[in-house]
């Protein structure tokens, strides 16, 4: 989809990723809503925004995700100002084992509101336009990152939800397309958490075996993360793909023939964007 006009919804926007797939999109002509439960670094960046891109293009809210009033408020307030949505990225999420209930609120259980909400507004039975939700999932959620089982399970789930979500709603014609983006590390301050006891609880012994990761994986910045998302916002089609980023390789990933392929006769195994909508 072509950035340019559009307006966008990003969540955990205040820092981070969050911060980095918003100023992308500002460069690229879109206005945003920036969803923050962080009030003081979200007015910051806010301020910040507001010199280089001018105050019209940007919406600070502070929302604490796992707050469905929070939440549907937002996405109000974001149509209110700017009258529609186009693009929706959900990508608030914490690293926290030992409050596992809390990481599963806000990594799964959040994103899979935010995007029921996301096709709402869009879905084109409700009078919406269409549109795109690109969900941020990891690496964790093709593999096991083994530090962090919860976070693992969370990632998987938002890999799993997008891609069957995705076949549901082209099945039925809701012209809104999913897509996933599964980063390896990246220098951001979630990071920090995985050394700390306070979040990694009975899981902070293997701290060495998450800097051998880092060793074999490598460490993404935010620019070229980034970059990775504005792709996936601007290719056309591929409903339903996850796209994977290391700092050697960005790629889309193939799964296994899935049950949908199967039922429909295709012969070859679920690749990505293999649908054309
Ligand atoms: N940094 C990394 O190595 C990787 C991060 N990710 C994912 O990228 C996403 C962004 O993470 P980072 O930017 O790295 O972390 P970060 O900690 O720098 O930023 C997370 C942002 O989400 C916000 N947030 C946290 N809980 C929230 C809630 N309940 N409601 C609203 N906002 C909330 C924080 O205030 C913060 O601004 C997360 O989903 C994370 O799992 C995925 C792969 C690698
Ligand atoms: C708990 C803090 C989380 C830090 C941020 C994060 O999500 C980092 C993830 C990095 C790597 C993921 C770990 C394991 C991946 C394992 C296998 C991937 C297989 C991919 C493939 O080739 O299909």
Redesign the pocket.
């Given at each position: 989809m072509a950035v340019n006009g559009k307006i966008a919804l990003v969540?955990?926007?205040?820092?981070?990723?969050?911060?980095g797939f918003c100023e992308i999109l500002l460069k690229n002509g879109a206005k945003v809503a920036l969803?923050?439960?962080?009030k003081e670094?979200?007015n910051d960046l806010k301020a910040s925004l507001d010199k280089e891109f001018g105050p019209d293009h940007t919406l600070f809210l502070t929302?604490?995700?796992?707050s469905e009033d929070q939440l549907s408020d937002a996405y109000q307030k974001t149509l209110e100002k700017f009258g529609k949505i186009d693009i929706v990225c959900n990508?608030?999420?914490?690293?926290n084992e030992r409050d596992w209930e809390k990481a599963v609120?806000?990594?799964l259980v959040?994103v899979v509101r935010s995007t029921y909400l996301a096709l709402q507004h869009m879905k084109k039975q409700n009078g919406g336009q269409g549109g795109l939700i690109v969900n941020?999932?990891?690496?964790?959620g093709l593999g096991p990152l083994l530090t962090s089982p919860v976070?693992t399970a969370t990632?998987h789930g938002v890999v799993g939800f997008s891609r069957a979500l995705a076949e549901a709603s082209e099945a039925c014609d809701f012209g809104v397309r999913l897509k996933v983006l599964?980063?390896?590390?990246?220098?951001?301050?979630?990071?920090s958490t995985l050394s700390s006891e306070e979040y990694m609880g009975l899981f902070s012994c293997l701290h060495g075996f998450t800097e051998q990761m880092i060793g074999m994986f490598g460490m993404?910045e935010?620019p070229q993360v980034a970059e990775a998302f504005l792709q996936l916002v601007v290719e056309e089609g591929k409903n339903g793909s996850v796209l994977m980023v290391t700092p050697e390789i960005t790629s889309y990933v193939e799964f296994p023939k899935s049950p949908t392929d199967v039922l429909s006769g295709n012969p070859s195994p679920s690749a990505p964007g293999s649908s054309p909508q």
């Open positions: 969540t955990g926007a205040a820092q981070g990723l969050g911060r969803l923050d439960v962080n670094v979200g929302c604490d995700v796992t990508n608030a999420g914490i690293a609120a806000v990594n959040a941020i999932a990891s690496m964790a976070y990632k599964c980063p390896t590390f990246v220098r951001t301050a979630i990071i993404l935010v």
